[in-house]
């Protein structure tokens, strides 16, 4: 399946590089080009007319003020977080930064931020950029723990010290990067000529109370200029290690029960078949599980960029970045299955029935041949490795006072691997139930009372059922070239006219290898059956969450395991999961940017069109029963009008007036457009058969959006904003299960297809408010404090259905209220700060029984504290989760929880120093 990657591409990518030249960093906005030269000469200015030293601004105050001025000046509809200082956001995640920006909500992973949706749209339909430019990622459906699409982009795996700040762009212009329909995320690096002579070194310590255990970072930057400020270089190095732990009550899920003993059976006659509890289905939990993971993590990132001021006429950039995260995490369970009829028999009378739930049964494993075990000691250890390499350069020339010509190139790679080792150990338990008292989120074990059937469950008794080893791999190599061109107009009118092209070529690769070992195992013991008390530690789980079925059991010794038996793997080509997808964008765009006035108030702005023509190749293979696995290839080709229109009145000095319009596209995930063709289950006359199918003819995401919003700058340093936004979804990508024939497979009888199909749209509607305000003005000691608070209502209409319950369902990650407060001090060197974050419960994804797996609201409390020893050196002390909160999930309704995690609390500390 392998392919070369655009050979002209690549070509023109290394004879620049082999000729000398200077690889770039992507041209920013013209609105953050603005800033930034405002804020260099009002750094180069120092002192004012009578020599006075200016006070620059610096920690938390500043960071707000910054980013308060780069919205101020933008001509789209934005926000941002600038840092505190060289290597220092105002969160040590670059995900957690942004969830405290206004329309920003953040998921996480064991207590860590990793992808960020915007105005409610999932990560997937965001876009995030370095420098303006779109990198390579290593996510795919089939890789990554939380089913991420492959579109997003895991911000985890990039150090907060990398960046100088980070904009969030929720109205495009014709000139950025295409490809969002929530919005972008732009990481901004340092200008090394405005860096000016510096470098610093940060040490920092990590300890996670849940796992008990000590990490540590180092962070190094530095920057030199020449004498003459014509060039400039900057080194940024970035290394920690991380161990975290989540403590978890889980389960697979809930499953409705339509047959006895649950529910009343009748023949057609109406007399009764099976006596059940009830005549309607009921719902019925389908395992509970006791589960710790510990994650340990460790990343390292370079940044290297240089800036050549050739002329006046001719500049030259250069930006690589390179980041790797290797992760290992051990996730074991304490299982008591139920889910399968079966394999149990249920004692009908132990059976209450509360509303729609079961919640109360007890069950035995039944005498039939085969595994029919209902007590499980399992677990992965599984570990990844994520690497992403970038590089870009860019020349701007100026080819007279009127005209700026500015070619760009780059190419970024990333790999991502991951290996599983998961023994399975089980045993036959009778009498063995649970219950739910009223008013618990978490189910109780029901235990044997007879000592021999209790003994059951005992380490020596659970015997080795499968070893599974699995391993991906996942490659995203992406190339582009842009050229672009301005020209200045002396009118009352249009400023300037831009217009330029770019060509992008992305090729992403997923394969899966696997084996399973069973009897080899078994044979190489001498026949003698492996058990869990010869292969297991003994594991107490400190602060285990009140109510788990268990605190302490038998982990399974993964390495001994491995050590042992390992040699009998061979890990075999998983074909029915692989794909290649190489996308193809030509893009070209037009811009004018408007500078005048209308009945005296002034306006700016810009009008312009993107057009966009997308070109997909996609290659999977084709399992039928009984048939060799077929490879099949498809190719897609769309083509993308996307108008825009920003415009920002200027009412008052200090007050702002915005106006947002743009047609807006993302593309669908990568693996759902693999033309994948699988047989699940083969069919039979009671159960029927069932297919899972990729559609390569997938249109993307596309949609209509408005924005319009008041900002009223009433102080230096105060800001009261609010603004309104609607986005009419023409097509949503969803997925839908159904009854259908198949053309070419069987004679004519229907089969169970689930497949992603282009849905009807809907409508995501909303809006924001923000306040923010450094309160200088108070008498001292008080002059230190300052607040910033923000709130999002977020609403959709979507023909996204429940197959379950035939309701129409919101957005997938849409949380209604989202929410910020934040209240700062800082003077006499001390700076402190508690910041809170709120998110309301909202509907995650559909679990594999097809019922909607919902997570409930979710807040967080920071606290920050630090002191400047001198001007080059500080400590600084940051407390993450301090009130210990607990995320739940639930399938359906909360009365059917689904899982109950602990991230625990994490302190960090941490030394800066300036040389």
């Known amino acids: ?275 059940g509890v009830s005549d309607t289905p009921v719902y019925r939990i389908e395992d509970i599980r006791a589960n710790f993971r510990h994650d340990e993590r ?213 394969q899966v290898f696997q084996d399973k070992i069973q009897a080899d195992i078994l044979e190489a013991n001498g026949g003698t059956q492996i058990i869990l008390s010869d292969y297991s530690n003994y594991t107490v789980t400190d602060g285990m969450l009140d109510n788990a079925p268990v605190d302490a059991w038998y982990v399974p010794d993964f390495d001994k395991i491995d050590q042992e038996f390992g040699h009998l793997v061979e890990k075999l080509e998983v074909q029915r999961e692989n794909y290649e997808i190489t996308e193809s964008v030509t893009a070209a765009y037009v811009q004018a940017n408007i500078d005048t006035e209308l009945l005296t108030i002034p306006v700016r702005g810009n009008l312009g069109v993107r057009y966009v023509d997308t070109k997909i190749e996609s290659t999977a293979y084709k399992f039928l029963a009984g048939e060799d696995p077929a490879l099949t290839e498809s190719d897609k080709d769309y083509q993308d009008v996307l108008p825009s229109i920003n415009l920002a009145f200027n009412l008052k000095d200090d007050l702002i007036l915005r106006t947002a319009a743009a047609k807006v596209m993302a593309r669908p995930n990568h693996a759902d457009i693999a033309p994948v063709f699988r047989e699940i289950r083969s069919w039979d006359a009671e159960d029927g058969g069932k297919y899972i199918i990729g559609n390569p003819d997938l249109d993307p995401y596309r949609a209509n959006q408005f924005d319009l919003s008041a900002e009223w700058y009433f102080d230096s340093e105060g800001l009261l904003s609010t603004g309104i936004f609607y986005k009419d979804i023409e097509s949503f990508i969803t997925t839908r299960t159904e009854s259908t024939t198949l053309p070419g497979i069987g004679d004519g009888t229907p089969y169970e297809v689930t497949q992603p199909i282009n849905g009807e749209g809907g409508v995501v509607q909303g809006f924001e408010v923000s306040f923010q305000q450094a309160f200088y003005m108070l008498p001292e000691p008080f002059d230190g404090l300052g607040t910033a608070i923000n709130y999002t209502y977020n609403d959709s209409e979507t023909e996204l259905i429940n197959n379950v319950t035939g309701e129409f369902m919101s957005l997938p990650g849409l949380s209604q209220d989202t929410a910020n407060f934040m209240v700062y001090y800082e003077k006499y060197g001390f700076s402190t700060r508690l910041a809170w974050n709120y998110r309301s419960e909202y509907f995650n994804q559909f679990s594999w029984s097809e019922e909607a797996l919902y997570i409930e609201a979710y807040d967080q409390l920071d606290f920050q504290l630090g002191y400047d020893f001198t001007k080059k050196m500080s400590i600084n002390f940051e407390a993450k989760n301090i009130t210990d909160e607990t995320v739940y999930e639930y399938v359906g309704n909360p009365s059917r929880a689904y899982a109950v995690r602990d991230n625990g609390r994490t302190f960090s500390l941490s030394f800066k120093y300036a040389l």
């Open 298 to 510: 460790e990343r390292i990132n370079v940044n290297a960029k240089a800036q050549w001021l050739i002329s006046d006429e001719l500049d030259f950039s250069v930006d690589a970045l390179y980041s790797r995260q290797q992760r290992n995490f051990i996730s074991t369970n304490w299982d008591v299955d139920f889910r399968d009829n079966d394999k149990l028999i249920v004692d009908m009378d132990s059976i209450v029935i509360d509303g729609e739930n079961v919640v109360s049964q007890i069950a035995s494993a039944n005498d039939k041949a085969g595994k029919n075990y209902n007590h499980e000691q399992t677990g992965f250890d599984r570990s990844y490795d994520d690497e992403t390499i970038a590089v870009n350069f860019t020349l701007d020339y100026m080819l007279n006072d009127n005209w700026t010509i500015t070619p760009k190139i780059g190419y970024s790679q990333a790999t991502g691997l991951r290996d599983d080792i998961n023994p399975l150990f089980s045993t036959k338990v009778q009498n063995l139930g649970y219950s739910l008292p009223n008013g618990s989120y978490m189910p109780e074990i029901i235990y044997p009372t007879d000592p021999d059937e209790l003994a059951a469950m005992n380490p020596e008794n659970l015997q080795l059922d499968v070893m599974n080893y699995k391993s991906f791999e996942v490659e995203d190599q992406q190339g582009y070239v842009q050229l672009d061109l301005s020209t200045d107009l002396d009118n009352e009118y249009i400023s300037s006219i831009e217009f330029g092209a770019r060509y992008n070529e992305i090729q992403k690769t997923n």
């Open 1 to 275: 399946m392998k392919r070369t990657f655009n050979k002209t591409l690549l070509s023109v990518s290394i004879l620049a590089i082999l000729s000398g030249a200077t690889i770039v960093q992507a041209a920013e906005t013209s609105t953050t080009v603005e800033v930034e030269k405002k804020a260099s000469a009002k750094k180069a200015k120092k002192k004012d007319d009578k020599g006075i030293e200016v006070i620059e601004v610096v920690g938390t105050r500043g960071s707000l003020k910054r980013s308060m001025n780069a919205k101020r000046f933008s001509d789209q509809v934005m926000d941002g977080v600038s840092a505190e200082d060289i290597g220092k956001l105002p969160d040590n995640n670059i995900a957690e930064a942004l969830s405290r920006v206004v329309g920003v909500s953040m998921s996480r992973a064991d207590g860590e931020g990793e992808f960020v949706s915007i105005r409610g749209m999932a990560p997937g339909l965001s876009q995030v950029t370095l420098n303006g430019q779109s990198m390579a990622n290593s996510n795919s459906k089939s890789i990554t723990s939380n089913g991420a699409s492959s579109r997003s982009f895991n911000l985890n795996n990039i150090a907060s010290e990398m960046v100088a700040g980070i904009e969030v762009f929720k109205s495009p212009i014709a000139s950025m990067v295409e490809g969002s329909v929530g919005g972008t995320v732009n990481l901004k690096s340092r200008s090394p000529i405005d860096s000016g002579n510096k470098a610093t070194i940060t040490a920092r310590a990590d300890y996670n109370e849940n796992a008990a255990a000590a990490g540590g970072g180092l962070n190094l930057f530095l920057n030199g200029v020449n004498d003459d400020e014509t060039f400039g270089s900057s080194v940024a190095v970035s290394y920690f290690d991380r161990t975290t732990q989540r403590n978890s009550f889980e389960s697979r899920g809930w499953a409705l029960q339509k047959k006895a003993p649950y529910v009343n059976e009748y023949n057609e006659d109406g007399t009764l078949n099976k006596a």
